[in-house]
């Protein structure tokens, strides 16, 4: 006698996803495409699924939290889900790609304005602002600026980098107006004399060969008036 004994076997387990509910990626290696979880099946290989959805609130741009809902399914059609959170995190300071040179300019031309640029790992829109310390020189028209751009990231990481601005005036002044004859008094030579003799220009040969008499007349030239601090008169 025979008889036949039907063994049926049936997966009635859902598979097991293994996840944390909470986990933080750096902004810059988050993958929308990649699982944070794993999952396993006694009987049959399960495969994984999953739906990410953003939500509002952190610093990164555009979101900076997810909700992801994995769905896993074995071979049975036993499904099992595990709902995760994901927040993104930038700790990484912006870079600067462009920092003016150090320059100096004359007093009498403008500041330069020239702005820097910085680019960041996460953030596409880096803010840049400027502020200036002056360092006085030995005149008005004679200082340093030193001017700090500070690059901030969307989540307030920053940097620094300093351009110094140098003012000088190093060109002479231009006489654009003056007697070319003057008249000069008996009662003014004493003063005039001293004047004329310490005048290192090239009419002092002829300037210090004047002579008491009064009045008399000097002939000057704008180099001359320049150098001579005359008394007055
Ligand atoms: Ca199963
Ligand atoms: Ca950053």
């Known amino acids: 006698m025979t008889c036949e004994q039907l063994i049926s076997v049936q997966d009635a387990e859902a598979p097991i996803i293994e996840a944390e509910p909470f986990v933080q990626v750096r902004c810059a290696e988050f ?26 609130g952190g610093c990164v741009t555009p979101f900076t939290n997810f909700t992801r809902l994995y769905t896993a399914t074995d071979g049975c059609g036993n499904v099992a889900e595990f709902e995760q959170v994901i927040m993104l995190v930038d700790d990484v300071d912006p870079v600067f790609t462009f ?28 803010v840049i602002t400027s502020s200036d310390v002056i360092i006085p020189g030995i005149s008005a028209n004679d200082y340093t600026i030193e001017r700090t751009f500070t690059a901030t990231d969307h989540c307030g990481n920053t940097a620094t980098a300093v351009q110094t601005i140098s003012v000088e005036d190093t060109t002479p002044p231009v006489i654009v107006s003056y007697e070319p004859v003057i008249t000069v008094t008996a009662a003014d030579w004493p003063l005039w004399a001293v004047s004329l003799r310490s005048c290192r220009c090239t009419s002092r040969t002829a300037l210090t060969t004047a002579t008491k008499e009064s009045p008399f007349q000097v002939l000057l030239d704008p180099a001359i008036q320049a150098r001579v601090r005359f008394p007055a008169r």
């Open 31 to 56: 993958n929308d495409d990649e699982a944070y979880a794993t999952v396993s099946d006694g009987c049959s290989r399960a495969e994984i699924k999953f739906v990410t959805l953003p939500f509002a």
């Open 99 to 126: 920092v003016p040179a150090d320059v100096t300019v004359e007093c009498d031309q403008p500041i330069p304005s020239e702005d820097a640029a910085a680019t960041d790992n996460c953030d596409a829109a880096v």
